[in-house]
Every structure is written in structure tokens, then in C-alpha cells.
């Protein structure tokens, strides 16, 4: 069974530039989650995608959005890089059956904006 | 109100020891309740599910007290590989999880 990947590790980029980033879902998992996580805080909820729609989302502004693709793999795309956004981005996918709402994290995105 | 609070810690025990924590939670209709570990660096690990009064994995056990709104979670015979970032998570509803900042956890040999 093959683990939720993201990519890339790590990313710097200057305020102002857009980002992307992406990540493949656990093999069996429909839905994926994308979270933030500062330095010091838990993980704070951004928005899930499933079956290529977006399912719920947290208090972001619009210039964070995402992409989920047939093969449920998912982007998150973040325009006009504030400082702020200095994060860890982790993507966690889900699937269905009774344990649905369980999610399993990939190893993340350390986005360093200067 | 914060949607999760915990604890921050940290707690500072002996190998071998009993250490528990709690985390409370703001919104009653959450019906799924989870604590993941997070080492540092990497990424939450889903620990334990908590989908009723509580459960026991080994030497972690995890109570829910729904009337009060908290939930602990309690580690037996520590051991030096416990030592790591504990986050009480909650489901309030069927999309996200609400997450605290974590109880940092520290066994000493």
C-alpha cells in the first residue's frame, strides 16, 4: 500500500510570487485535505476536495485554492505569497467504510516565503 | 474560544512512568474524536480513533467524556521513544479535523 507523497519538501520563494504544490493520496483514499501548520500551532484546516469538488473549506482567503484530478492525486495553489504563509503545507487523504473521516498525512511542504 | 485547547506541556517524565494529559473541546456536535503524534519535523501520525467512551491500544488509553467536553489521553510505562508532540484532534463535521497546538511530551532516561 503506497503512503500519501507531496512535493516538493521544501520551497523558497519571494512575497508576491503564486506556489504550487502537490500531492498523491493514499492508494484506496478519494478525499483529500490540505492543512497549515505554523511553527508552534497544530494544523490548521484549509479545504478537502472529493471526487474533484471542493468539500468544505477553513478561514483562508481565495487566493489559496486547489485542484483534485481523476486519479484523486491534488494541488494547492497559493497566489500573491504574503510572509505568513511561511508554513508546513500537509495533505492527508481519506477513504471510505466505517473509518472515513481517519485521515493519514504525507510528509509535507515547508514553504519558506522572504 | 479556540475549537481545541490543550495543554501545552511540557511534561518532563522518567522512563517508566505514567503521564496523562487532557484537551477540551468547544463544539458538542463532534462526533470523532482522534490523537495523532507528531515527532518533530514530520508530519501528525494518527495514534488512536476515540469513537466512544474511550479505548485502549497498549500502553495508551484514551478516554472521552462527552458531558464535560474533554478528552485525555494516558501513557503507561513511558518509554524514551514516547517523547513527541501530542495533538487532540476532533471531527466536528464530516470534512475537517480541528487540531489543539499539542501537548509536548518529553521521557528521560
Known amino acids: 500500500e503506497t503512503g500519501v507523497t507531496q512535493s516538493p519538501t521544501h520551497l523558497i520563494k519571494t512575497r508576491g510570487q503564486q506556489v504550487t504544490l502537490r500531492c498523491s493520496s493514499q492508494?484506496?483514499?478519494?478525499?483529500v485535505s490540505w492543512y497549515q501548520q505554523a511553527l508552534g500551532q497544530g494544523p490548521q484546516f484549509i479545504f478537502q476536495y472529493y471526487r474533484e469538488e471542493e468539500n468544505g473549506r477553513g478561514n483562508f482567503p481565495p487566493r489559496f485554492s486547489g485542484l483534485q484530478f481523476p486519479n484523486y492525486s491534488s494541488e494547492l495553489n497559493v497566489n500573491a505569497l504574503e510572509l505568513d504563509d511561511s508554513a508546513l503545507y500537509l495533505c492527508a487523504s481519506s477513504g471510505q467504510g466505517t473509518h472515513y473521516n481517519e485521515q493519514f498525512f504525507g510528509p509535507g511542504t515547508r514553504l519558506t516565503v522572504l | 474560544r479556540k475549537e481545541v485547547e490543550q495543554d501545552p506541556g511540557p511534561f518532563n517524565v522518567p522512563e517508566g512512568a505514567t503521564v496523562a494529559f487532557n484537551c477540551t473541546y468547544s463544539n458538542s456536535a463532534s462526533q470523532s474524536f482522534f490523537w495523532y503524534r507528531q515527532d518533530c519535523r514530520k508530519e501528525p501520525k494518527l495514534l488512536m480513533s476515540v469513537y466512544s467512551s474511550g479505548n485502549e491500544d497498549g500502553r495508551f488509553t484514551a478516554q472521552l467524556n462527552r458531558a464535560s467536553q474533554y478528552i485525555s489521553l494516558l501513557i503507561r510505562d513511558s518509554k524514551l521513544s514516547d517523547s513527541a508532540t501530542y495533538l487532540c484532534?476532533?471531527?466536528?463535521?464530516?470534512?475537517?479535523?480541528?487540531f489543539g497546538a499539542g501537548t509536548t511530551v518529553t521521557v528521560r532516561a
Open positions: 484532534v476532533v471531527n466536528p463535521n464530516d470534512y475537517k479535523l480541528s
Open positions: 492508494s484506496g483514499h478519494n478525499t
